[in-house]
């Protein structure tokens, strides 16, 4: 049945086009993730030097909401690395420390590279997107509430997080085969 095949094809090519976009948004939140930790990089050799970095995402102050523009205070600030929790449990020398911008690239790389080599993988970027979602709106409101900062590096990954989160929960699905048998 030809109607039959069509819409088959049809799911295929979307199913084909939201892993795409996955990939897409793994991307953006790889140049984002790249971005913030070499903001970070630099912030602290200026700092080490007795110096300040001023990254090309921090603004003047607008006044808006008394709320700052600048990610490299944001980076920069105790919760910049291990989410302002690791280093609670573990210390300040575990090397599971790590800026937030690394976490991010491990993130994106194996939803990525994931994507690419098997849809039977999107329980595990479901979970994953979840945790993203849950860091996100936790760092989201550190944020606002408790530096009284606007990320716009910040504020773009959390974007790509909750948009990978709709990707998986909701613009997903299993790749069906069509098969060339008829049927009797």
Do not use: W
Not at 19 to 30: D, K, N, T, W
Not at 53 to 63: Q, V
Not at 84 to 95: A, M
């Amino acid at each position: 049945n030809h109607c039959m095949l069509l819409k088959i094809e049809c799911k295929r090519v979307i199913i084909t086009n939201m892993a795409s976009f996955r990939i897409f948004l793994c991307v953006v939140g790889l140049v984002l993730s790249a971005y913030a930790l070499h903001v970070e990089m630099k912030a602290e050799d200026a700092q080490k030097e007795g110096g300040e970095y001023k990254a090309l995402c921090d603004m003047e102050d607008t006044g808006l909401f008394d709320l700052s523009i600048s990610c490299t205070k944001v980076f920069m600030s105790e919760y910049g690395k291990g989410f302002g929790l690791l280093q609670k449990i573990f210390g300040d020398d575990s090397p599971l420390v790590q800026p937030n911008s690394i976490y991010g690239l491990i993130f994106y790389s194996i939803i990525m590279l994931g994507s690419l080599i098997s849809e039977s993988l999107l329980p595990l970027f479901r979970l994953m997107s979840v945790a993203s979602v849950i860091g996100s709106v936790y760092l989201g409101s550190i944020l606002y509430f408790e530096l009284g900062d606007i990320c716009v590096v910040c504020i773009s990954t959390y974007i790509v997080n909750f948009c990978l989160f709709f990707n998986t929960f909701f613009f997903s699905g299993t790749k069906k085969t069509v098969s060339n048998k008829k049927k009797d």
